[in-house]
């Protein structure tokens, strides 16, 4: 492997962080799922790299049914934003009681 481990977690951290930040900061349900998808994806990074090192499928498998449930998400949460922005009229998470 090219990349050392420690570099994947120390990018798959930041990213995770990144994440977190993103989610608890924004105001709006959108940018709220985009930061819920950065950290699937450093999950998938830290997955991916383990499989790497040491040597076994699993943490790939694992990390493709990472994505495939971050599509998922996708795809629900954004029609759910969809239905409570056409009955509020906004998406801002503080409007919703």
Request: cysteine-free; aromatic content about 4%.
């Given at each position: 492997m090219i990349v050392p481990y420690s570099h994947l977690?120390?990018?798959a951290g930041i990213l995770f962080l990144m994440g977190v930040f993103c989610a608890v900061t924004r105001r709006n349900l959108i940018m709220i799922l985009?930061?819920?998808e950065i950290m699937l994806n450093a999950a998938a990074?830290?997955?991916v790299g383990?499989?790497?090192r040491w040597?076994?499928?699993?943490?790939q498998v694992i990390a493709i049914f990472i994505l495939a449930i971050a599509a998922a998400e996708v795809s629900i949460g954004l029609a759910l934003i969809v239905c409570a922005y056409r009955r509020?009229?906004?998406v801002d998470?503080?409007?919703y009681n």
């Open positions: 977690l120390v990018l985009l930061g819920l990074i830290v997955f383990g499989a790497l040597g076994h499928l699993e943490g509020m009229g906004t998470p503080g409007a």
